[in-house]
């Protein structure tokens, strides 16, 4: 006969309770590391928005690396989770979904945010909380400049690429640049950045269209366009709308040397393209997954064939950030915590995952300076 010993039920509720609330406050410290799992987190556009399809392809290829880690035991024994939030390209929405995970204690990192104004409503909540924001998506010049402790980019500016654009097309005669720029941080750097270089190049632009990114009415632009008759036309907008704009003015009979920035490179804006892809360039800030020559890029491809998944830059790039993530939870020890993660990533200085280099340190937050320019070709693929 089994006896139950004799409890109080007012003291036993008073231990239970003592109990509970130790276990409460454990878990309320765990900051996304538990005994079996390390969890970080993704703020993005998952539903009602053009942008589902390209966040979800950088999604896939974030979790490709992750199941490759945690296939071999994870790190430390603990296997990466990724979890989501769908903040349907709403920036308020991102920085309350943001604010109820650090409340949470639920992550110990945040990664690759799709937008610019995702990832600008993110950054001071982020900074705040001491929490790092790992390979955010966008280049807008807001990312790495001024310098942000727990902000790491894996890749290089829009600014970049537009300076390296226009003096590559300067040299083969073209003077004539226009630009169509979303509203808010991604437009101000690319029309930014593209006044800054043509100054210097003694120029000005032939035409400068602000549009909204959520609804991108590309009027203005075709008759701004229309009349001025640009050389290039560099799109700071959405892939949708800079498709819809070379759709329509190759419809009106004009013709320009189209340039889509990186936040285009993935196979929503082919498919957008169409037949009138042929010849846009597009900006690139991870090298080709298709390119033999780095050990890197020989490894996504391998692990991509291997899943059936399709190869892009997108998810090249998102590759490139979840194994900065991985090498800076390896290097944060066997008890990471943010603070420790951040210190990890800080100290990845002119470190080489595979012939691709990625600098951090004290005051360095633009992981990679890579830019290579791609053109589409004709059966509508990146050629580079």
């Keep these: 006969m089994i006896t139950k010993p004799f409890l109080n039920c007012g003291y036993s509720k008073r231990i239970a309770a003592v109990v509970a609330l ?44 992750f199941s490759k880690v945690n296939a071999k035991g994870g790190v430390n024994g603990r296997k990466i989770v990724l979890e989501t939030s769908d903040d349907t390209q709403d920036a308020k929405k991102s920085a309350e979904l943001t604010q109820q995970v650090i409340k949470n204690n639920a992550a110990i990192a945040f990664l690759m945010p799709r937008t610019s104004p995702t990832t600008e409503a993110m950054m001071p909540l982020v900074e705040a909380a001491g929490i790092p924001l790992i390979g955010p998506q ?44 979303a509203k808010g941080g991604f437009g101000d750097s ?9 100054t210097g190049l003694s120029l000005k632009p032939a035409g400068v269209v602000r549009v909204d990114d959520r609804n991108p009415d590309i009027s203005e632009a075709l008759k701004v366009f229309g009349q001025s008759k640009p050389d290039v036309v560099f ?56 390119s033999p020559k780095l050990a890197i890029t020989r490894e996504f491809k391998a692990a ?6 399709a190869l892009s830059y997108t998810a090249m790039q998102s590759w490139i950030a979840a194994r900065v ?18 210190s990890a990533l ?39």
């Design 138 to 181: 966008p280049g807008p010049d807001s990312v790495t400049a001024p310098v942000k402790r727990h902000v790491f980019a894996v890749r290089a500016s829009y600014s970049a690429e537009v300076d390296y654009a226009i003096k590559l097309q300067h040299s083969f005669g073209r003077t004539k640049f226009a630009f169509i720029g």
């Design 22 to 65: 130790g276990l409460s406050s454990a878990f309320a410290q765990t900051n996304g590391v538990f005994p079996d799992k390390i969890v970080v987190h993704h703020v993005g556009p998952l539903s009602n928005s053009g942008l589902v399809a390209s966040n979800m392809e950088a999604l896939a290829a974030a979790n490709l690396y």
């Design 190 to 198: 690319v029309i930014k950045a593209g006044e800054t270089t043509l």
């Design 235 to 290: 799109f700071g907008c959405t892939a949708k709308c800079g498709a819809d704009f070379v759709k329509a003015y190759n419809k009106s009979g004009n013709r320009a040397q189209y340039i889509a920035l990186s936040n285009s490179s993935n196979s929503q804006f082919l498919k957008e393209l169409a037949d009138q892809g042929r010849g846009v360039i597009v900006m690139q800030v991870a090298p080709s997954p298709q």
């Design 346 to 384: 800080e100290s990845m200085q002119n470190f080489n995952m595979g012939d691709f280099i990625i600098n951090y340190g004290p005051g360095q937050r633009a992981g990679s300076r890579f830019i290579e320019p791609t053109i589409i070709s004709a059966s509508g693929e990146f050629v580079y």
């Design 304 to 309: 991509a064939d291997a899943a059936k998944m």
């Design 325 to 342: 993530l991985v090498e800076g939870l390896q290097r944060a020890g066997a008890k990471p915590t943010p603070a420790s993660l951040t």
